[in-house]
């Protein structure tokens, strides 16, 4: 087994990893940290595919990656800080208004 | 030359403009279009009929084609032969008369135009029933006339008893109309026309073997005592003198009621072709006169008298055609109009001159104060009554001869016939002593308001009863001999004929004196008679019980049915049941699918990752 | 065995430094306080800067760190300190409904994705170069034939902040 599909299945693991946290884990932080490990295995996965075609494509889109990342973290906090302060609790039951 | 298609929509034309524009009218100008249009029928009438007499041969017009599948057509034709000719003239002439009578009798009434517009279609749709060729277009106005006998029935509708009369006449009708397609739909399945003509010349040819004639026959017989108020379907014609006196003149003594003995006279071939439904029509005709001639001695009121003497009458045209004396038959029709709407015009008079009463046994003794309705009353009593030489004397001997003598007739029908002629006279008899005779009942309000009928209407009374005493010189078994030939009178029998005229005539004179003994004077012989007979007294007087007897053995059934098995089994049940039960079904699952939106996301995500596993599959295999 | 570990450092620093990210991961789903969880996405995030860097794209490294891990999880830390409730989801980690079709579902998509890549042949996936990106080529590509997706970018950001204007905008209305 080379490098290559090593690395790939280290970020399909990765990734699979995180969606499972986003379905199994209660904490509203704990998801979102969990959809960060989703996209940190998307990223691994573009870089080895950069660099197995030698193309610079891949590293600009894993950078581009950081950027909405980063902005998307930062409103998303303090979403759900905003949402926290109307329930009292972090917990994902109590944010079931789309019922039925 | 479109003469008949004009004779038939003259009355039409009159409907339309009192119906739409009565109103604006008002009384006189109604008047005027109500009987100038059938008046003018009337000539056109003349007019055709001269044309018939000149030519020798039957008036044709063509006036529309409805319908054409391949060979087969179905037409809107008019055709005036021999038979068509002598209705119509007694259609729109007695129908004329009757018009310019209504005029006084309806005076003063609230809907005095929808009243002539109403019978303006009676008018339309009984021309159309007696010139048309074929059995469709006679159908179309067959229906018609029962639908203007409806509306013309209950035309005070506000008054439920009178409405009710109304919708009883509908339906019976309806019911023998029912029959009456059935014998079209075998005709024209068998035959592949509805063309009188046509029918008439294939069955005396004997080419129609495919034909079920015994089939038609009866159901056209079924229709027939619908209309013309025979057994089975009589019961609507008592109950249909709730409507305006001229009315049950009209239509229920003169012209409707008359539209059953047209038709099996229409078909002379068919009926000749199915002997055993003949008998048929002999026997229910002959049962049907005594029966409504049994049930008229004891009547009180002096219309519902009268109403019973037309079925009885109509029973006699019935025993004719049976026999196959069809010309008969049609000259009684004749004659009949003429002095039945004498008696209910005469009746009517009565009625307004009592302010409304309608009981004999309130009235009396007003021969000297009203005394043209009571000249032209008597007449048309003893014309009806079959004394010499009045019209009635000639129609009704024939008939009686015929019973007895043709080959399809017997001599239990000419008792069964001659016994209801001993009746009728009886009790026409009976009424005149009540009404006119004795010792004065009245209230003393009727005795206040006496007076004489207007000129309008006792001049039209003259009329009739003119015709009543002269219209049986009218040679009209004659003329019709050519069309509609009278049955052979077998050798042996020949020389019976004046001694059976004679007996009839002493029929007649015993009728009249066993009425005169028991109801001249002061009465009180008649209410000893029915003191003595209690039993039977009660059962004459209930009709034999024949109204309630439908009643429980159609009407609580089929309430019964309606009510139970359609209403609540059927309607609620199946269809609302199984509707609701639809409306639930999606309502419940519907309820337990949306549990998937549960409102929690981490489901939503799920449902997400299985859907991208399925999809993962799927390219696995395919791909 | 140091001689064969030096010879082929690249695949055992590779093998520690996987080792290291999918330990983490998993951890991230086992550990119960939210902080704890913050500090095993933080050594996954740092061990996949170190495998970047093995790979060859030493910038992208760099900026793993300094962005995921320096701006990102720094402020998830800030945030964890500030709403460390005691709350419901304490107790009841997991969604039990969801455990076993879930774990079952992702079990079946790792299957499916890693078949998919033993299935294929190695040799025609071609093998992984070493070849370094250097950040002046980087830059270069960048600007040049990427630009728009840079341009792009920089509205996202604005947005951001746009974004989070209203987000402290709304909340002092409705607390005032």
Redesign the interface.
């Known amino acids: 087994m080379d490098r290559l599909s090593l690395l790939l299945m280290l970020a399909m693991a990765l990734f699979v990893l995180g969606l499972l946290g986003v379905i199994v884990r209660r904490n509203l932080l704990v998801m979102l940290m969990c959809m960060e490990l989703m996209m940190n295995g998307v990223n691994l996965s573009l870089v080895t595919f950069a660099q197995q075609h030698a193309e610079p494509a891949g590293a600009v889109l894993v950078f581009l990656i950081f950027v909405v990342a980063a902005a998307e973290i930062a409103l998303a906090i303090p979403i759900v800080l905003l949402l926290s302060r109307r329930r009292h609790t972090l917990d994902v039951g109590a944010y079931s208004e789309l019922k039925g | 030359m479109h003469t008949l298609a004009l004779i038939v929509l003259a009355p039409l034309a009159g409907f339309l403009i009192n119906g739409l524009l009565g109103r604006r009218l008002g009384e006189r100008g109604v008047a005027i279009v109500g009987c100038a249009l059938p008046l003018a029928a009337f000539v056109l009438t003349l007019q055709a009929f001269a044309s018939l007499l000149a030519s020798g041969a039957p008036v044709q017009e063509v006036a529309y084609t409805w319908a054409q599948f391949g060979a087969r057509k179905l037409e809107i034709a008019f055709y005036l032969d021999r038979l068509s000719g002598v209705m119509t003239l007694v259609v729109t002439g007695v129908g004329t008369a009757i018009h310019v009578y209504s005029v006084g009798y309806m005076k003063g009434d609230e809907s005095y135009a929808r009243y002539f517009a109403y019978l303006n279609l009676f008018l339309f749709f009984m021309l159309l029933l007696v010139l048309g060729r074929s059995l469709l277009v006679l159908f179309v106005g067959w229906e018609g006339v029962g639908l203007a006998s409806y509306l013309l029935i209950g035309f005070w509708f506000s008054d439920p008893e009178k409405a009710a009369a109304g919708k009883k006449a509908f339906i019976a009708n309806r019911i023998g109309d029912a029959a009456f397609l059935i014998g079209m739909f075998a005709l024209w399945a068998t035959l592949g026309t509805l063309d009188l003509p046509t029918i008439n010349e294939t069955l005396a040819r004997g080419v129609g073997a495919a034909v079920p004639v015994g089939l038609v026959a009866l159901m056209l017989l079924i229709g027939a005592t619908g209309k013309s108020a025979q057994i089975p379907l009589y019961v609507w014609l008592p109950d249909a003198m709730a409507g305006p006196t001229p009315v049950s003149a009209l239509i229920h003594a003169a012209t409707m009621v008359t539209a059953g003995v047209y038709l099996i006279a229409r078909l002379p071939a068919l009926y000749l072709a199915a002997p055993d439904v003949a008998l048929l029509v002999s026997a229910v005709g002959a049962a049907t006169a005594l029966l409504a001639a049994t049930i008229a001695v004891v009547q009180t009121d002096i219309k519902k008298v009268l109403a019973y003497s037309t079925i009885s009458q109509l029973g006699l045209m019935f025993v004719a055609l049976g026999v196959g004396a069809y010309a008969v038959a049609v000259f009684h029709v004749v004659t009949h109009a003429f002095f039945k709407a004498c008696l209910f015009l005469g009746a009517g008079s009565v009625i307004h001159a009592l302010s409304g009463e309608q009981d004999i046994r309130r009235m009396g003794g007003l021969a000297r104060r009203i005394p043209i309705t009571f000249a032209t009353f008597a007449i048309a009593t003893a014309a009806i009554a079959g004394l010499p030489p009045l019209a009635g004397f000639f129609s009704k001997d024939e008939i009686l001869w015929f019973a007895a003598a043709s080959p399809h007739g017997s001599w239990l029908l000419w008792a069964v016939a001659s016994l209801a002629s001993l009746l009728t006279a009886f009790y026409m008899f009976r009424l005149l002593w009540l009404v006119f005779f004795g010792s004065s009942r009245l209230t003393h309000e009727a005795e206040h308001h006496l007076h004489e009928s207007p000129w309008i209407m006792t001049g039209v009374l003259v009329l009739l009863a003119a015709l009543s005493a002269v219209g049986g010189f009218f040679p009209i078994p004659h003329f019709l001999e050519a069309q509609l030939p009278l049955p052979e009178v077998p050798q042996r029998l020949a020389h019976l004929q004046w001694p059976l005229i004679g007996v009839a005539v002493a029929l007649a004179l015993a009728g009249l004196a066993a009425a005169a003994w028991l109801y001249g004077g002061d009465g009180r012989r008649a209410q000893g008679m029915a003191a003595h007979f209690p039993a039977a007294h009660r059962l004459v007087s209930a009709k034999f019980y024949i109204d309630e007897i439908y009643q429980a053995l159609l009407m609580k059934p089929l309430l019964w049915i309606s009510d139970w098995v359609f209403l609540r089994l059927g309607d609620r049940l199946l269809i609302d049941g199984s509707l609701d039960g639809l409306a639930g079904l999606a309502r419940r699952s519907a309820g337990r699918l949306s549990r998937v939106q549960s409102g929690n996301l981490q489901w939503y995500v799920l449902f997400a990752l299985a859907g991208i596993v399925g999809a993962l599959l799927w390219i696995w295999r395919h791909v | 065995m140091m001689d064969a570990l030096l010879l082929h450092l690249d695949?055992a620093l590779?093998a520690f430094f996987?080792l290291g990210?999918?330990t983490g991961?998993?951890l991230?789903?086992v550990l119960r306080e939210?902080m704890r969880?913050?500090m095993a996405?933080v050594s996954?995030?740092v061990f996949?800067g170190g495998?970047?860097g093995l790979?060859?794209?030493h910038f992208?490294a760099a900026?793993?760190v300094l962005?995921?891990v320096g701006?990102?999880m720094v402020?998830?830390v800030y945030?964890?300190m500030?709403?460390d409730?005691r709350?419901?989801?304490?107790r009841?980690?997991?969604?039990r409904?969801?455990?076993a079709?879930?774990?079952v579902?992702?079990a079946?998509?790792?299957l499916?994705?890693?078949?998919?890549?033993?299935a294929r042949a190695?040799a025609a996936?071609?093998?992984?170069?070493s070849?370094s990106?250097s950040l002046q080529?980087?830059a270069t590509?960048?600007l040049r034939e990427?630009w728009l997706?840079f341009e792009l970018?920089s509205v996202?950001?604005l947005?951001?902040v746009v974004?989070?204007i209203a987000?402290?905008k709304?909340?002092g209305e409705s607390r005032g």
């Open positions: 695949d590779l996987g990210a999918l991961g998993v991230m789903l939210p969880v913050a996405l996954t995030m996949l495998i970047y790979v060859g794209v992208i900026f793993q962005i995921y701006a990102v402020f998830m945030v964890i500030l709403l409730k709350d419901s989801s304490m009841r980690r997991y969604t409904a969801t455990v079709l879930g774990a579902a992702a079946g998509v790792l499916l994705g890693l078949t998919a890549v033993v190695p996936m071609g093998k992984l170069r070849t990106f080529d980087f590509a960048f990427y997706q970018t996202l950001l947005a951001a974004a989070a987000l402290m709304g909340s």
